[in-house]
């Protein structure tokens, strides 16, 4: 079975904070994807990755940037954390032939006080 | 720009009874994904749906796809407590747009 994991289930930053989402998978998917989900809004996608160091912007980059270093690894960063953060943070991934199937892992949950 | 909008958002319904979530999207695409989420977990892949007129069954839940319509469908069959969740649709534009997801409660 694929596995994604994420560094945390819930953490709680304080506003102007530096904060590291990251996200394994262990399948060596070559595509991965961080989201965020808000209640009444469905997932909305923040930046993707298609290959080691390469990243592209989804919906919403604003405030966030990405690492992708190593195949099996993505960071998802908050450089200055802020209150309309807080949400649910959910990374998937998917290989390369089956970009569309994607396997998600149990999300963070991240309060920005 | 892609919108995806699913309705209804919040779904009461009684076990045995039959009901449809709709997945309706705004530009051209041949590839939609219903997926299912239990409170507090993540995302389980459910349907994938590949081409018009593509329709796949998986116990009480049948998914369908109409492209020309921009329409997907979620029927559900004698519901059962057990599909109490929020589903969501979405739709493959080069990255993936998800709707707002529906909140199902089956009641006894």
């Known amino acids: 079975d694929v596995k994604v994991t994420q560094s945390s289930r819930y953490l709680v930053k304080r506003t102007g904070e530096k904060v590291f989402l990251e996200c394994v998978q262990d399948?060596?998917?070559?595509?991965m994807f961080w989201y965020r989900q808000d209640p009444g809004l469905g997932l909305r996608l923040i930046y993707f990755s298609y290959d080691v160091k390469m990243k592209e912007k989804g919906d919403i980059p604003e405030g966030y940037s990405v690492s992708r270093e190593k195949k099996e690894r993505f960071s998802l960063i908050l450089e200055s954390a802020s209150t309309n953060q807080t949400s649910m943070y959910l990374c998937?991934?998917?290989?390369?032939?089956?970009?569309?199937?994607?396997?998600f892992g149990p999300g963070t949950r991240l309060t920005v006080t | 720009e892609l919108k995806v909008e699913q309705n209804p958002l919040f779904l009461s319904m009684q076990e045995g009874k039959n009901y449809t979530i709709y997945c309706n999207y705004s530009?051209?695409?041949?590839?939609l994904y219903w997926y299912r989420q239990d409170p507090g977990k993540s995302l389980e892949s459910l349907f994938v749906?590949?081409?018009?007129?593509a329709v796949k069954q998986e116990g009480r839940l049948m998914a369908s796809l109409d492209t020309k319509a921009r329409l997907s469908t979620l029927h559900i069959t004698a519901a059962v407590h057990d599909l109490s969740a929020t589903y969501f649709c979405a739709v493959d534009m080069v990255d993936m747009r998800f709707g707002a997801g529906t909140r199902l409660t089956v009641k006894p």
């Open positions: 749906l590949l081409s018009n007129g």
């Open positions: 530009t051209t695409s041949d590839r």
């Open positions: 399948m060596d998917h070559e595509n």
């Open positions: 998937a991934s998917s290989s390369s032939g089956r970009v569309y199937e994607q396997y």
